[in-house]
Structure formats: structure tokens, C-alpha cells
């Protein structure tokens, strides 16, 4: 099922699986009034009710909906158990959008983006009905569904807790946004990240090519044909940022937004800025990981820079 996203990136695709005992339903889209409509007019033309729903992982347009499908089914939630416990202290603390605007600033957002950085946050929750107490998925559980036994595999990076499917005969992946056709998932660092989130995300790659999927269906856009070529292009994608980023930390000692300018220009709107500026975050956790760049915070900005 496709569901309209009213930003840049404007659908989430979820999918169906039949089982036994009803549909399992992988990830539920944003919890609009209007996706709630979709749903409630797709339940009429399923045969069977759905059971089950599985959340791939936290974000807004995947975990959403769940709250209303719920409402509609009475079916349980399963989510691993990092990704429920990172869905806790983003969307189930109020102070969420205020530490979010604060972590900001201090990697050198202005004051006034900083403050549509909690508009944009606060707007977001009310769309975000996520479940207080899922069943815990564990990485290698199996559900039988659609003809065939599909496997939990974890693949952090994008989120922690990030799980997708993997159907154990044909091959068939259920990536969520593990992995996406036309963009480059965005791998970024917040301030309820794991430390070194694309330091995760190559290991994931490197997963995803020895697991030789046949096909993967993403959150977004189109399914991925090849998807161990996708992972390698992928990344070759995050070597090259990791190159470009050390060119600018390498001439002066710069902050995460400084940096994002280089990387990413000027010309963004806030939501593109975030991004922008957690995704040149995780470049610059991993150099740091990697020793080949130090952080130093002076009067909580936090700078870049050449050991
Ligand atoms: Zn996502």
C-alpha cells in the first residue's frame, strides 16, 4: 500500500503479507486522518482481517499509522526492542523537540532555525500514534507468510533498531529504509543515536551483499532489482562523503552546520537543514571513531577538527 506524505518525499509504501492467521502488515505510513481513510477502505476488500503489524523502525511515515490501525484491527504490534525503546524516548518524552532544538544549537544551528526545529518536531507528533507496549521482535525470529518463511534480520543505521525481512526461499527483501532504489537512505545522528550510526550502516551493507537478496522492497520509490549492487554502490556513496568531509575539517576546525554547508549548500528548507546536518553528523562520528578526526566543544559548540 502506497500512503501520500505531505513533504518533499511525498509517499511511504507499507506491504501486506498473508498468513494464516490474517495479514501481517509491515509498517503502517504516517497517522494521518487521510492514511487512516486508506486503511479503513483496504480492510473492507481484504478477505481476512489483519492480525499482525510489524514496525521496520521508529520514523515518522513507517510507525505512524500504527495507533489507528490498531483502532481498526485490534491487531498486536511487534518492533525490536531497540527500536521501541529509541520510539520511547523520542515520541513518548514532551521535552522530545526542545533537547532535539538544544543538541542543534550546539553543533552550530542558528537560534531561529533552531526554533522551527521545534515547530517542525512538535507538528510531527501529533502524526506519530506509536505503540506503548509491542511484542519484542528478535533479529533471526521467522514468520510464515506469503508462501514462504521470512527470517528478522537487523540492520542498524538508519534507525538502531531497524529490522527487515528476509523470505528465506525466494529471496525477497522487505527493506523498509535499509535500502532505497533512487535516494540514499539518510544515516544520521540525533541525539538518541548509537554513537557511530554509519559505522552500522557499512557493517549492514556488508550484510546485505553476503545475504544476496533476489529483490528488495523499499519504504520509497521503486523495489531494488539488485540489491547487493545497491549496497556496494551505497558504499562507495558514504566513502566518497567521508572523503569530502575530511577536505573541509582538514583546513579549519568547523561545526556540523559548517560543514553541512559545504557538503550540502546553503539552499535548504529547516526540515532539509536537519537532515543535512545529521547526515554530515554521522560522517563525522565515524571519522572520529576512526581517529582521524577530534571534537572539541567550546562553550557548548561543538567543532571538527585535525588531530
Ligand atoms: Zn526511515
Known sequence: ?????????????????????????????????????????????????????????????????????????????????????????????????????????????????????????????????????????????????????????AMPGHADGQIVLLGTTTGRMLAADHLLATISPNIGLHPESHGDPLGDYLTSLDRTIALRPSVAFGGHHHPVEDPAARAAELKRHHQERLEATMTHVGQESLSAYEVSVRLFGTELPTHGRRFAVAETLSHLAWLEANSQIVRVEVDSLVRWERP
Open 1 to 153: 500500500m502506497t500512503f501520500p506524505l505531505p513533504w518533499q518525499l511525498d509517499h511511504v509504501h507499507a506491504y501486506l503479507l498473508e498468513s494464516e492467521d490474517g495479514w501481517i502488515a509491515v509498517d503502517t505510513g504516517l497517522g494521518t486522518p487521510e492514511a487512516r481513510g486508506l486503511w479503513a477502505d483496504a480492510l473492507r476488500e481484504l478477505a481476512a482481517p489483519v492480525s499482525r503489524i510489524v514496525v521496520t523502525h521508529f520514523h515518522p511515515d513507517h510507525i505512524g499509522g500504527t495507533g489507528h490501525l490498531v483502532e481498526l484491527t485490534g491487531a498486536r504490534v511487534s518492533q525490536s526492542e531497540i527500536d521501541h525503546r529509541v520510539a520511547q524516548r523520542v515520541w513518548g518524552s514532551s521535552d522530545w523537540s526542545s533537547r532535539l532544538a538544544l543538541w542543534y544549537r550546539g553543533h552550530g544551528l542558528s537560534a531561529e532555525l533552531a526554533s522551527d526545529v521545534i515547530g517542525e518536531a512538535n507538528d510531527l507528533r501529533t502524526h506519530v500514534l506509536w505503540p506503548r507496549e509491542p511484542d519484542v521482535l528478535r533479529p533471526g525470529e521467522k514468520l510464515i507468510a506469503a508462501g514462504e518463511e521470512w527470517e528478522v534480520v
